[in-house]
Nanobody, 122 residues
Framework: QVQLVESGGGLVQAGGSLRLSCAAS????????MGWYRQAPGKQRELVAA???????KYTDSVKGRFAISRDNAKNAVYLQMNSLKPEDTAVYYC????????????????WGKGTLVTVSS
């Protein structure tokens, strides 16, 4: 089994910063794409940022220039540095990972963390 555990959420004033962390553990051969999603109250879950195993990144337009995603492949971890936070960034942030596993053959499975709440006050 594989688990993703997020940390680093909390309450911050507008203009402030937070750093989210997500660590994957369990029966892992390697991790392909990793990403951060968020879901605000009454809205659909959306992709915030993603990073490939090689380090290529992509961001949703609303966070470009403010957020930075990074990963540590040795630790099976992904991070999201969030700067210049705005009230509209308030949401539950979820870690996502495409994990390669091995039993009798290699296969990939997508996993989600349970989420961490980020609240930005105005």
């Amino acid at each position: 089994q594989v688990q993703l555990v997020e940390s680093g959420g909390g309450l911050v004033q507008a203009g402030g910063s937070l750093r989210l962390s997500c660590a994957a553990s369990g029966s892992i051969v390697s991790i392909n794409d990793m990403g951060w999603y968020r879901q605000a109250p009454g809205k659909q879950r959306e992709l915030v940022a993603a990073i490939t195993s090689g380090g290529s990144t992509k961001y949703t337009d609303s966070v470009k220039g403010r957020f930075a995603i990074s990963r540590d492949n040795a630790k099976n971890a992904v991070y999201l540095q969030m700067n210049s936070l705005k009230p509209e960034d308030t949401a539950v942030y979820y870690c996502n990972a495409d994990v390669q596993r091995y039993t009798t053959t290699y296969y990939s499975t997508n996993y989600w963390g349970k989420g961490t709440l980020v609240t930005v006050s105005s």
